[in-house]
């Protein structure tokens, strides 16, 4: 519900409003301003606004409509695609549940080659040799152009 508003004239300055400028307020605020004498109604007051909404829905019609239909498809869609996306997201799962357990049992056949060895668990170095070294990329073309960010 809306608030009836009342307008004020100003008897001396107040705030942003000076003496003689006219301005509305909440009807509570307006009776504090005239209780402190800060200003009275002014001659002409706005008229009283009212707002009112009424709606009608018919349930069973709009059930029936191409708009529910529409939106009842879109729901469905939507609906498959995430039961979709769950599928691929429990397969990922299971993928990546294979390699961790990979992982821990490369792990422990490192661990047991150390301890055969005698080191402490991963002090093994990782050496790359020249035949295992990537081989490193072609020079690119000479266009006479200078290298940019050099």
Known sequence: MMQNRVALLFLSAWGAYNKGDIAGFDADQ???LEAKGVAKKAPAQPAAQLASLSI???AEA???SEAFGEIAAQLEAATEALNAREVALDE???ELAGLEYELDQRQAAIAAIEAELGEEPGETEVVET???AEPAPAPAKAS???KQGR
């Open 30 to 32: 307006a009776e504090a």
């Open 144 to 146: 006479g152009l200078p």
């Open 92 to 94: 990922r799962a299971a």
């Open 62 to 64: 709009f059930r029936k």
């Open 130 to 132: 020249e035949a295992e």
């Open 56 to 58: 009608e829905l018919d």
